[in-house]
């Protein structure tokens, strides 16, 4: 069980649930929380095993929008990672919204101040690793399914104690494997957490994270339509996701 989310779900406020969508590429989730709608992204995570199972993915499919917002955040320790999804964008929509300690700007942005003349590590092949390699004096990609130039992701143990800054998606707080790797990593490294899974709680600077970049939804409706339609994350942007960063305080 994850300490992190353990933590994160006892902190949130109650709310209540107004829509859930699981799409190919996100998952989104509104609650109504303290008379205001919010909603959170999670990356969809597919679970193979259950795709001609007699068990399904998501126990209480089609009646989600009857349960209140701690039940589906308490999915993210779910054993199915269609459920653990759904419980990330629930925690996403259900943490309090903080702008006094957000900046503008990408995850790419802040890799690039902190760690152009350093040794860097990525865990997640996002799509601005190609330009990255030329700027990053020495830059590392740890992937599950490695394209060329990335390193698998078990070569981890060796090359994440060498980093002196590590960027991890956030997707591995959704499939259990983010404090495994927080413990490989050098206790003076600066440690990242990015992606519009990732959760914008100060929470997570008690665990290691020095920098968080995350996403917050701001049309609903036109986001909600792209999830259901397959949009990526460049598409969703667009259509009204904003990317904010927060930084641990000095």
Same mark, same amino acid.
């Given at each position: 069980?994850s300490?992190?989310i353990?933590?994160m779900?006892?902190? #949130?406020?109650? @709310?209540?649930? %107004?829509l &859930?969508? /699981?799409?190919?590429?996100?998952?989104?989730?509104?609650?109504?929380?303290?008379g205001?709608e919010q909603?959170?992204?999670?990356?969809?995570?597919?679970?193979?095993?259950y795709?001609?199972?007699?068990?399904?993915?998501?126990q209480?499919a089609?009646?989600?929008?009857?349960?209140?917002?701690?039940?589906?955040?308490?999915?993210?320790l779910?054993e199915?990672?269609?459920?653990?999804?759904?419980?990330?964008a629930?925690i996403?929509?259900?943490?309090?919204?903080?702008?006094?300690?957000w900046s503008e700007g990408?995850?790419?942005?802040?890799? #690039?101040?902190? @760690?152009?003349? %350093?040794? &860097?590590v /990525?865990?997640g092949?996002?799509?601005?690793?190609?330009?990255?390699?030329?700027?990053?004096?020495?830059?590392s990609?740890?992937?599950?399914?490695?394209?060329?130039g990335?390193?698998p992701?078990?070569a981890a143990?060796?090359?994440?104690?060498?980093a002196?800054?590590?960027a991890?998606?956030a997707?591995t707080?959704?499939?259990?494997?983010?404090?495994g790797?927080?413990?490989?990593?050098?206790?003076?490294?600066?440690v990242?957490l990015?992606?519009?899974?990732?959760?914008?709680?100060?929470l997570?600077?008690?665990?290691?994270?020095?920098?968080?970049s995350?996403?917050?939804?701001?049309? &609903?409706n036109?986001v909600?339509?792209?999830?259901?339609q397959?949009?990526?994350f460049?598409?969703l942007?667009?259509?009204?996701?904003?990317?904010?960063?927060?930084?641990?305080?000095d």
């Amino acid at each position: 069980m994850s300490t992190i989310i353990k933590e994160m779900v006892e902190s #949130l406020p109650e @709310g209540k649930v %107004k829509l &859930v969508q /699981v799409g190919y590429f996100w998952t989104l989730v509104c609650i109504k929380v303290n008379g205001r709608e919010q909603c959170g992204l999670a990356a969809s995570m597919h679970n193979e095993a259950y795709e001609h199972s007699r068990t399904p993915a998501v126990q209480a499919a089609g009646r989600l929008q009857d349960r209140m917002g701690s039940e589906l955040a308490e999915m993210a320790l779910s054993e199915s990672l269609t459920e653990r999804a759904i419980g990330m964008a629930a925690i996403n929509a259900m943490l309090p919204r903080s702008p006094e300690q957000w900046s503008e700007g990408n995850a790419e942005e802040v890799i #690039l101040k902190h @760690g152009r003349q %350093k040794r &860097v590590v /990525v865990v997640g092949h996002f799509p601005f690793i190609e330009k990255m390699r030329t700027e990053i004096k020495e830059l590392s990609v740890l992937e599950l399914t490695p394209r060329p130039g990335d390193l698998p992701a078990s070569a981890a143990p060796e090359v994440l104690p060498q980093a002196d800054l590590v960027a991890i998606t956030a997707t591995t707080l959704t499939n259990n494997t983010l404090e495994g790797l927080l413990e490989l990593c050098r206790p003076d490294a600066h440690v990242m957490l990015l992606g519009p899974t990732t959760p914008l709680s100060p929470l997570l600077f008690n665990h290691g994270i020095n920098f968080i970049s995350g996403a917050i939804v701001e049309n &609903v409706n036109k986001v909600a339509l792209g999830v259901s339609q397959a949009a990526t994350f460049r598409q969703l942007s667009q259509m009204g996701v904003r990317l904010v960063n927060m930084q641990k305080p000095d």
